[in-house]
């Protein structure tokens, strides 16, 4: 299994940012994802989860900001962050639901 993670980058407070998550080796439409994030020297904190079947969970620190998605034909997954927080600058990672497989992650810098 092989999760890639592309999107990052570096952005003023306010801005946006598109995360993807490819993934390989895996029955992607059956699995359930989800996104963490480590801010430095932070500890590992669940930002968002997506289910096989569409049920979405986000942290109280992300909600109505951050818009989760996925799109199966692609096995991609996708982390929409808007109105970016200077708190929001983090590694990003992807991972899936079973916690077995992360990707290499993305940084995430708001400044």
């Known amino acids: 299994v092989q999760l890639v993670e592309s999107g990052g980058g570096s952005v003023q407070a306010g801005g946006s940012l598109r995360l993807a998550c490819t993934s390989s080796g895996l029955t992607f439409d059956d699995s359930d994802m989800a996104w963490f994030r480590q801010a430095p020297g932070g500890e590992c904190e669940l930002a968002s989860t997506?289910?096989?079947?569409?049920?979405?969970y986000y942290a109280d620190s992300v909600k109505g900001r951050f818009i989760i998605s996925r799109d199966n034909a692609k096995n991609t997954l996708y982390l929409q962050t808007d109105s970016l927080k200077t708190e929001d600058t983090a590694v990003y990672y992807c991972v899936t639901g079973d916690g077995n497989y992360w990707g290499q992650g993305t940084q995430v810098t708001v400044s």
């Open positions: 997506i289910n096989s079947d569409g049920d979405l």
